[in-house]
């Protein structure tokens, strides 16, 4: 059972926000890192169903432009394509040890990773959830053999040195 938490700050976490002795910066820090918590805790309570790569799509968008030093997707996007994939794939083998190692409950937890990174790369890449939904309805109830099949032969030509 998920609790229903407030949504509103209390006033010790406003005060805390804006508390003297804090520069400009710390305290804007502090405001972002408060609004994402409500966030968290609205997001807390919708239920978990297939809508939550869609909402996740969008946190992760929303936080594109906004300060890497309060937003771990921010500092990801920040990084750029390269780095973005590599901790995709890092989490990519993560849940592939999980797997063969018959841990289930780990592998939960490495899926999560695993499709959070994707959406992330997925942002850095301008690639929608819709896009991604629409090619899967258009191979949904075609043979996984017909389809790979029916795809165009890529060939990788080599660099002139």
């Known amino acids: 059972m998920i609790k229903k938490v407030s949504t509103k700050p209390s006033a010790k976490t406003a005060s805390k926000a804006t508390g003297k002795g804090q520069s400009k910066k710390a305290a804007s820090a502090k405001q972002a890192e408060t609004k994402a918590e409500i966030v968290q805790d609205d997001l ?3 239920p978990a169903d297939k ?3 869609d909402r996740l799509y969008d946190v992760v968008l929303s936080r594109k432009d906004t300060d890497p030093s309060v937003s771990h997707s921010a500092r990801l996007l920040s990084r750029g394509t390269y780095k973005i994939a590599q901790k995709f794939g890092e989490e990519a ?6 797997a063969v190692a018959g841990r289930k409950d780990l592998l939960v937890g490495e899926s999560a990773d695993v499709l959070y990174h994707l959406v992330v790369l997925w942002v850095d890449a301008g690639v929608t959830p819709e896009e991604v939904w629409a090619e899967l309805r258009r191979r949904e109830g075609v043979s996984g053999i017909a389809e790979k099949a029916a795809r165009p032969k890529e060939t990788f030509a080599k660099k002139d040195k």
């Open 93 to 98: 083998v993560e849940c592939l040890i999980e």
């Open 51 to 53: 809508t939550v790569l």
């Open 44 to 46: 807390l309570n919708e």
